[in-house]
């Protein structure tokens, strides 16, 4: 089954570059089930969190992943691509590294 193959608040959490874009998109029927889903959000009886709106739910969390988090202006996507960018640096990724930028032109 493609992407295709599914309504667009339905499909699944996927990440591309296409057209010189990073592209990061969750249908967001599946974002409400994810999250109600999620044990982080379940309390002591076993309740999960219930959202009443997925489209209202997805409009806020877009509000909030874009809000910064501290005062260096960092959000939660930048925090999520800094950490993705370092943990690549770690794993030897031949993708970045630390060179100079005038030694990487050379």
Do not use: N, W
Not at 33 to 43: C, L
Not at 53 to 60: G, H, I, N, Q
């Amino acid at each position: 089954m493609s992407l295709h193959d599914t309504r667009p608040k339905e499909r699944p959490l996927v990440c591309y570059v296409k057209a010189g874009q990073l592209i990061v998109s969750i249908g967001i029927d599946t974002l409400a089930e994810s999250i109600r889903r999620t044990p982080e959000f379940e309390d002591d009886a076993g309740s999960r969190v219930t959202i009443h709106d997925p489209r209202s739910f997805a409009e806020a969390i877009a509000i909030r992943l874009d809000d910064p988090v501290d005062e260096t202006g960092e959000t939660s996507i930048t925090t999520a691509l800094i950490k993705a960018a370092r943990e690549l640096i770690e794993m030897g990724d031949e993708r970045i590294d630390y060179r100079d930028q005038a030694e990487a032109t050379t």
